[in-house]
């Protein structure tokens, strides 16, 4: 420490560039400081550190860490914990461009693995990032010498050490993940699809915010009796809730009346959530994939042809590529690229659907011959989806009861409230035919495996790597602008952060001979095995604000690329 101290006031004054002289690792009296990284100029993206404390002195129990998903929420509460100090006590100078500035990543209302914090059994490091003060161009060294031994070490010591850390809600946390991570595992041995808690607040505060609706208007969940399951969890009574079991769901009913919140919940359920969110026990198969229509979207010799045959000018649906997709045909996209990275279930509401995907009545059935009509409705697909490839859909529908016949469950959304209509939506199915015909053959067709081409995952832009991700829905990749707005269970830009990152890695790996879904399995595979601090471009350096993605956001980055080539 005193190094760095001697280094900071001899380069005080100095050009902006004398900074590089403190890139390196310094003894503090309670931890390791790795000034990994120094910015080039005041304005710069900021300079990386890590600061590393041993266990001997941070005092962590064991049980704290010991299973994978308990180190990962520890992990995300000590990146709270800063997240929230640094905001708080935010030390800022009197300086230039990022002058003073001290972040770390922040997570959302989920708990994901990410690299801003790791705990092991030997030490306790947090990852963050600084803007090392300057006046115009010059090295403000005695604001640095401030920052850095002053307020850092007093930052670690009330953020780090076991004694500065909230036991108790750690420990709630732990009781917290341990109940998550056994309703997960209830859920694949029984083969449920999902299981919504009784008492979950599912409505969000607002449009842009992911923070529970509050006040009297909230309606809690409650399971409508004959879809009820217990749930036995590690702590605390038994958790009651609904369950959706494979096959296919319906969510009907007025609108307004609560639909999409309850899909919305179920997509995010694929993650865990903090307490306090309202969805910690709104529990979803990690596979469920949300799809949605998409018009304006590339697509790349996707074999759309279970939904889609007979285009106008005979245009291929076996390998069908486009540069603008309309809404039936992204849609058609969408669900047969989930299928073939193995959605477990589908999630789909008719808000965000193209009509003509979803239903085609029998009326327009008479009017327009199928010979006239490309497209194969989802209705006359969901079945055989099922049947044949064991593929659920959960779907929302307010606007067709054609839907009723190849329903397995029906639930009706009442002011909130989810009733089982399954009998009633029976009996009307029967009393009421729908005069339409089943069309697009007895079975539901080929689902094929695409290899791509590492000429179509080229970062370079010109001469050098362009790869950015900028904020939660698009990223640069080499010429490419990636948009990702119609992913909707991307939650956390720092999971776009490392998908840019895992699509570069897919650049240097696609070589002709694996499938997207062997490439991808492959890294995530690797991610989960050794954390996500080998994605990152820095090399000997941090990446303080990655976040883990699925392998469904991923496939779906690379599927959205202008630039990707399949063999
Ligand atoms: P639908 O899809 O049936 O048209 P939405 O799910 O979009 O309806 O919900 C309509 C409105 O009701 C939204 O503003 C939502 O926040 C609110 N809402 C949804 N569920 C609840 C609930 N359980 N309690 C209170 N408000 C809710
Ligand atoms: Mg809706």
């Known amino acids: ?26 003894r503090f009296p309670r931890f390791t400081l790795w000034i990994d990284y120094v910015q080039g100029d005041p304005f710069a993206a ?17 049980e704290w860490f010991c299973v994978p998903h308990r180190k990962i929420a520890l992990e995300d509460w000590v990146t709270r914990v800063w997240a929230r100090k640094v905001g708080r006590y935010s030390f800022r100078t009197k300086g230039t461009g990022k002058s003073g500035l001290i972040d770390v990543d922040r997570p959302g209302q989920e708990i994901l693995p990410r690299t801003a914090a790791v705990v092991t059994r030997d030490y306790v490091e947090v990852r963050v990032t600084v803007g090392l003060p300057a006046q115009g161009r010059r090295v403000l060294g005695r604001k640095a010498e401030e920052m850095l031994c002053g307020f850092l070490p007093r930052l670690v010591d009330e953020a780090i050490p076991v004694e500065a850390i909230d036991r108790k809600g750690v420990e709630e946390r732990m009781r917290l993940v341990d109940n998550q991570q056994s309703i997960r595992s209830h859920l694949k041995e029984k083969g449920w699809i999902a299981f919504v808690a009784d008492g ?15 006040g009297k208007e909230v309606v809690r969940f409650r399971a409508p009796e004959s879809m009820r399951a217990t749930v036995e969890v590690p702590h605390g009574p038994p958790i009651q809730g609904m369950v959706l079991r494979d096959g296919i769901t319906l969510i009907v009913g007025g609108g307004y009346h609560g639909k999409s919140t309850l899909l919305n919940a179920l997509e995010r359920g694929v993650y865990d959530h903090i307490g306090g969110d309202g969805r910690e026990y709104v529990i979803t198969d990690v596979d469920a994939v949300k799809v949605r229509a998409e018009d304006g979207r590339r697509v790349e010799k996707v074999n759309i042809s279970p939904f889609i045959n007979n285009l106008p000018f005979g245009r291929d649906t076996l390998q069908f590529s486009t540069e603008d997709a309309s809404g039936s045909t992204s849609q058609a996209a969408n669900i047969v690229e989930s299928l073939e990275m193995a959605a477990s279930c589908l999630l789909i509401d008719e808000d965000t659907s193209a009509t003509n995907f ?4 029998g009326r327009m059935q008479k009017l327009v011959a199928k010979e006239k009509e490309p497209i194969t409705p989802f209705i006359d697909k969901v079945r055989q989806l099922y049947e044949e490839r064991g593929t659920s859909s959960i779907l929302v529908l307010g606007g067709s009861g054609d839907y009723f016949d190849v329903a397995d469950t029906v639930i009706l959304m009442d002011e909130y409230h989810p009733f089982d209509v399954t009998r009633q939506a029976k009996e009307v199915a029967e009393a009421q035919s729908n ?11 080929d689902v094929t495996s695409r290899v791509p081409l590492a000429a179509g995952l080229d970062p370079k832009k010109g001469k050098r790597e362009k ?3 900028k904020g939660l829905h698009t990223i640069q990749f080499g010429t490419a602008h990636l948009n ?10 720092s999971q776009t952060r490392a998908i840019a990152e895992i699509l570069r890695l897919l650049g240097k790996r696609a070589d002709g001979s694996k499938t997207l879904r062997e490439l991808i399995e492959e890294i995530c595979q690797e991610m989960k095995k050794n954390g996500l601090d080998f994605l990152s471009p820095f090399r000997g350096q941090h990446p303080g604000d990655l976040a883990l993605p699925r392998k469904h956001e991923v496939a779906a980055a690379v599927n959205r690329l202008r630039t990707l080539r399949v063999k």
Request: charged residues 30%; glycine residues 10%.
């Open 1 to 26: 420490m005193k190094r760095l101290q001697q280094t900071l006031s001899r380069i005080d004054g100095r050009g902006y560039k004398a900074y590089k002289e403190i890139q390196g690792a310094y």
């Open 200 to 214: 979950a607040v599912l409505p969000r505060e607002s449009g842009v915010s992911d923070l529970p609706l509050t």
């Open 467 to 469: 790869v950015d991700a």
């Open 46 to 62: 900021p300079s990386r550190i890590r600061v590393r404390m041993s266990q001997d002195e941070a005092g962590y129990p064991e």
């Open 484 to 493: 990702l707005a119609g992913v909707e269970q991307l939650v956390d830009p």
């Open 358 to 361: 979803m239903i085609r009545d």
């Open 435 to 445: 005069n339409r015909d089943q069309e697009g053959g007895k079975v539901f067709g």
